[in-house]
């Protein structure tokens, strides 16, 4: 299954669950809004994504990335340009591609890293259907390594010294504890990478008691959406403090009109 068509099932993902831990609504218009406009990714977030695909998937690059090479101040240039665009491949500059190479080479000298990175099943795409009427759950694994019940997950990262500052600040504990509850593993290792030279590499298996915090926090979130969900009400995150007031009130978003199917269903 390629990603694009993974991002399209209508299936509750570990962003979405981490979404609804800022609030509901957030969810909502990031997720759900049939009038959401869809976000074009970070130069980070390409270059993420380049080195993902280098170093798990070689084999599908020229099927979802262009190396830019063309000049595009001529007519003929920019025809060509246009008529690469429509195909919906990625856009990269031939220093991207260099660097990107130098990473994964990186990541293939570091034996911890080569080691994990070796066999398994890449971009592991699991689906776990639900009672009726709720929204199934998905998830895409970098890497699963089933025999060993082993979950691993590639991230980059600027600076390889502020590790657990991407940690807390992505939910990490989270999404991990979700990858090994979907896929029935008992382990999962996280591999960074640096993208600034000199590309330094660092492995970290996510410890129980960090698995089991981030369990409660997906699955508290889920219980969460699913209410959110049958009621069809998406509030904002409730207020630190309340004052005494009793016209201060919850805000409450009723998508009403703006979703146009009905609640608890999404055809699949």
């Given at each position: 299954?390629?990603?694009?068509?993974?991002?399209?099932?209508?299936?509750?993902?570990?962003?979405?669950?981490?979404?609804m831990l800022?609030?509901?609504?957030?969810c909502?218009?990031?997720?759900l809004?049939?009038?959401?406009t869809?976000?074009k990714?970070?130069?980070?977030?390409?270059?993420?994504?380049?080195?993902?695909?280098?170093?798990?998937t070689p084999l599908?690059?020229?099927?979802?990335f262009?190396?830019?090479?063309?000049?595009r101040?001529t007519?003929a240039?920019?025809?060509?340009?246009?008529?690469?665009?429509?195909?919906?491949?990625?856009?990269?500059t031939p220093?991207?591609?260099?660097?990107?190479?130098?990473i994964?080479v990186?990541l293939?000298?570091?034996p911890?890293?080569?080691?994990?990175?070796?066999?398994?099943?890449?971009?592991?795409?699991?689906?776990?259907?639900?009672?009726?009427?709720?929204?199934?759950?998905?998830?895409?694994?970098?890497?699963?390594?089933e025999?060993?019940r082993?979950?691993?997950?590639?991230?980059?990262i600027?600076?390889?010294?502020r590790?657990?500052?991407?940690?807390?600040?992505?939910?990490?504990?989270?999404?991990?504890?979700?990858?090994?509850?979907?896929?029935?593993?008992?382990?999962?290792h996280?591999?960074?990478?640096?993208t600034?030279?000199?590309?330094?590499?660092?492995?970290?298996d996510m410890?129980?008691?960090q698995?089991?915090a981030?369990?409660?926090?997906w699955?508290?979130a889920?219980?969460?959406f699913d209410e959110?969900?049958?009621?069809?009400?998406?509030?904002?995150?409730?207020?630190?403090?309340?004052?005494?007031?009793?016209?201060?009130?919850?805000?409450?978003?009723?998508?009403?009109?703006?979703?146009?199917i009905?609640?608890?269903?999404?055809?699949?």
């Amino acid at each position: 299954m390629q990603n694009a068509e993974y991002q399209e099932m209508p299936c509750i993902s570990s962003h979405w669950l981490k979404d609804m831990l800022d609030s509901p609504i957030t969810c909502y218009r990031k997720h759900l809004d049939p009038l959401r406009t869809e976000s074009k990714p970070s130069g980070a977030m390409r270059f993420g994504t380049l080195i993902h695909c280098l170093a798990l998937t070689p084999l599908q690059f020229s099927d979802e990335f262009i190396i830019d090479t063309d000049n595009r101040s001529t007519r003929a240039g920019k025809a060509h340009y246009a008529e690469l665009a429509r195909t919906g491949r990625i856009f990269i500059t031939p220093d991207e591609f260099e660097r990107a190479r130098a990473i994964v080479v990186a990541l293939k000298t570091h034996p911890d890293a080569r080691q994990l990175l070796t066999g398994g099943q890449k971009e592991k795409t699991f689906i776990q259907e639900r009672e009726r009427g709720l929204l199934p759950l998905k998830a895409r694994l970098d890497i699963h390594h089933e025999p060993q019940r082993l979950v691993v997950e590639l991230k980059t990262i600027h600076d390889i010294h502020r590790i657990q500052t991407a940690i807390n600040r992505y939910h990490y504990p989270l999404s991990a504890a979700f990858y090994a509850d979907i896929s029935q593993s008992l382990s999962v290792h996280f591999i960074f990478v640096q993208t600034q030279e000199p590309y330094e590499v660092a492995v970290l298996d996510m410890d129980k008691a960090q698995l089991q915090a981030g369990r409660e926090q997906w699955q508290t979130a889920l219980a969460q959406f699913d209410e959110c969900w049958r009621r069809n009400e998406w509030p904002e995150a409730e207020p630190a403090a309340l004052d005494d007031d009793p016209l201060l009130m919850p805000v409450l978003y009723h998508s009403g009109r703006r979703f146009e199917i009905p609640t608890g269903e999404l055809a699949l």
